[in-house]
């Protein structure tokens, strides 16, 4: 059977402790559950920014700079609605 609950213990310099308790005090929490609360949401930011980074090839990379640097090619459509645009909006 799995412990209800575990031990987490760490130090800190005199300030930050001192800052620790004030802001507990602020809050109206024990020192130990603002302290707990506090890993616990940043934890919880950490794992989630790491799970959603996505993860793409170097090649990618390669591939994207070497279209950002060639010559740019014509595409008809996008002349076509570009014209399209020019002929349609009315400017004063």
């Known amino acids: 059977m799995p412990a209800a ?6 130090r800190v ?5 001192s800052r620790i308790e004030r802001a507990a005090e602020l809050v109206h929490e ?5 302290a707990r609360t506090a890993a616990e ?3 919880e930011r950490v794992i989630r920014e790491h799970e959603a980074t996505t993860t793409v ?3 990618f990379f390669d591939d ?10 014509a595409n008809a459509a ?4 570009a014209q399209q645009a020019r002929e ?3 400017r004063d």
């Open 88 to 90: 349609t909006i009315i």
């Open 64 to 73: 994207l700079l070497d279209a950002l640097d060639a010559a740019p090619r």
């Open 41 to 43: 949401e940043k934890a």
């Open 5 to 10: 609950s575990a031990r987490l213990e760490f």
């Open 78 to 81: 996008l002349a076509r609605a």
């Open 13 to 17: 310099r005199p300030e930050r402790k």
């Open 30 to 34: 024990p020192v130990s559950e603002f």
């Open 57 to 59: 090839p170097a090649e």
